[in-house]
């Protein structure tokens, strides 16, 4: 294993951060995986997950079993991971800007297609080459002028001609579930079996704030759609967004589970030597991220839940009561859909507005931005 530690631009003086990243097998020897965890620096579940992983890799590096190339970053963020504000960690959102760490990667889909129209050819693999290339060079025509565009412009040049990118998040109480671009469906699917998904959410482009996940595999599937009568474009990252469910499901027993699990799948899609244990069976059906329901608080109150993660519920249940204390209103908060209960709140103090939990269901009940800023 290597590893090499990338000097961040900084944004003042007397004060330097780098990204480490370690790297597993040879470049170019073959498929090359990348996986991040923890870029919502509060986040830590994909953190302690990197380091189990990192022991299997390195033992399977030793033993000659790492066929293409893994790039680890075990700690994505290291920005939020120093944000404190009144004690507590702020992880999600850049204090100097405001912008979350997960949204504002690059949309190369708009900056390669006119640089590679007319130089694709029929032969998929090479124009494979030539995109990843023209995506390289698009990259290096940027000039990130602040911290944080240095940490996104670091990160992308890290993974952008990656075959598979994971990136390990989690929410803040949740069963484990993914996020995933449409087209890459059939790709990661068996990664959540392995990993014993209960939702796998998919989506076309979830809205303008490009997050990471779909800055790496949304090139692809667009070009592929945009030339489909002129050249053939493979499908050629597949990424998702792995939420390793809740902010404080931290534990040496998940995170094993977990590390094996993505071990498995790099053996899967051969990055790793085999062979790999066959896919167990899916623990959910891909839904629509658009058929998802988020439910929020009408009025302030104590939050009290009457469901629990994971739980299927129907259409009319209800999954908590805001009980106001100063008033005699307890009010139901009921879904409107039949599904999961994948995500909640960890807060029980609700403000007017704010939003409790989040069901996922079969069928497209929103449009437009679909994601949060
Ligand atoms: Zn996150």
Same mark, same amino acid.
């Given at each position: 294993?290597?590893?090499?530690?990338?000097?961040?631009?900084?944004?003042?003086?007397?004060?330097?951060?780098?990204?480490?990243?370690?790297?597993?097998?040879?470049?170019?020897?073959?498929? %090359?995986? *990348?996986?991040?965890?923890?870029?919502?620096?509060?986040?830590?579940?994909?953190?302690?997950?990197?380091?189990?992983?990192?022991?299997?890799?390195?033992?399977?590096?030793?033993?000659?079993?790492? &066929?293409?190339?893994?790039?680890?970053?075990?700690?994505?963020?290291?920005?939020?991971?120093?944000?404190?504000?009144?004690?507590?960690?702020?992880?999600?959102?850049?204090?100097?800007?405001?912008?979350?760490?997960?949204?504002?990667?690059?949309?190369?889909?708009?900056?390669? %297609?006119? /640089?590679?129209?007319?130089?694709?050819?029929?032969?998929?693999?090479?124009? %494979?080459?030539?995109?990843?290339?023209?995506?390289?060079?698009?990259?290096?025509?940027?000039?990130?002028?602040?911290?944080?565009?240095?940490?996104?412009?670091?990160?992308?040049? &890290?993974?952008?001609?990656?075959?598979?990118?994971?990136?390990?998040?989690?929410?803040? /109480?949740?069963?484990?579930?993914?996020?995933?671009?449409?087209?890459?469906?059939?790709?990661?699917?068996?990664?959540?079996?392995?990993?014993?998904?209960?939702?796998?959410?998919?989506?076309?482009?979830?809205?303008?704030? !490009?997050?990471?996940? /779909?800055? &790496?595999?949304?090139?692809?599937?667009?070009?592929?759609?945009?030339?489909?009568?002129?050249?053939?474009?493979?499908?050629?990252?597949?990424?998702?967004?792995?939420?390793?469910?809740?902010?404080?499901?931290?534990?040496?027993?998940?995170?094993?589970?977990?590390?094996?699990?993505?071990?498995?799948?790099?053996?899967?899609?051969?990055?790793?030597?085999?062979?790999?244990?066959?896919?167990?069976?899916?623990?959910?059906?891909?839904?629509?991220?658009?058929?998802?329901?988020?439910?929020?608080?009408?009025?302030?109150?104590?939050?009290?839940?009457?469901?629990?993660?994971?739980?299927?519920?129907?259409?009319?249940?209800?999954?908590?009561?805001?009980?106001?204390?100063?008033?005699?209103?307890?009010?139901?908060?009921?879904?409107?859909?039949?599904?999961?209960? *994948?995500?909640?709140?960890?807060?029980?103090?609700?403000?007017?507005?704010?939003? !409790?939990?989040?069901?996922?269901?079969?069928?497209?009940?929103?449009?437009?931005?679909?994601?949060?800023?």
């Amino acid at each position: 294993m290597q590893q090499i530690n990338h000097p961040l631009l900084s944004p003042s003086l007397g004060t330097q951060r780098h990204l480490s990243s370690w790297h597993f097998g040879r470049t170019g020897s073959g498929s %090359k995986a *990348y996986v991040q965890a923890s870029l919502h620096a509060d986040e830590l579940p994909g953190m302690l997950v990197a380091q189990h992983l990192r022991v299997l890799l390195e033992a399977a590096e030793q033993r000659g079993e790492v &066929l293409g190339e893994v790039v680890l970053v075990p700690l994505a963020n290291p920005i939020g991971l120093s944000q404190t504000a009144m004690h507590h960690q702020v992880g999600r959102f850049e204090l100097a800007s405001m912008e979350n760490f997960n949204r504002h990667y690059p949309d190369f889909f708009a900056l390669v %297609k006119d /640089e590679v129209a007319g130089r694709l050819g029929p032969d998929p693999e090479g124009n %494979k080459r030539l995109i990843r290339a023209a995506m390289q060079q698009a990259l290096d025509a940027q000039a990130p002028s602040t911290e944080l565009q240095s940490l996104r412009h670091t990160l992308m040049r &890290l993974s952008c001609d990656a075959d598979v990118v994971l990136d390990l998040h989690c929410d803040y /109480e949740a069963v484990l579930h993914m996020y995933v671009e449409q087209p890459m469906l059939d790709q990661m699917a068996p990664l959540a079996s392995y990993l014993g998904a209960r939702a796998l959410l998919w989506a076309r482009g979830s809205g303008p704030l !490009i997050s990471f996940d /779909e800055a &790496l595999s949304g090139p692809w599937w667009r070009l592929r759609e945009h030339f489909a009568d002129r050249a053939p474009v493979p499908l050629a990252c597949a990424s998702t967004t792995v939420e390793l469910r809740g902010q404080t499901d931290v534990s040496d027993a998940l995170a094993a589970q977990d590390a094996q699990a993505i071990f498995h799948y790099l053996q899967h899609v051969g990055v790793l030597a085999g062979p790999a244990p066959a896919v167990p069976p899916a623990m959910c059906e891909p839904t629509p991220l658009a058929g998802t329901e988020a439910l929020h608080a009408p009025h302030p109150g104590v939050v009290v839940f009457r469901s629990q993660v994971g739980e299927q519920v129907q259409a009319g249940h209800v999954l908590a009561h805001v009980v106001d204390p100063l008033g005699q209103r307890s009010t139901p908060i009921t879904t409107s859909i039949n599904g999961v209960v *994948y995500a909640r709140h960890n807060l029980r103090w609700a403000t007017s507005g704010m939003e !409790i939990c989040r069901v996922a269901g079969r069928d497209p009940i929103r449009s437009g931005n679909l994601l949060s800023p």
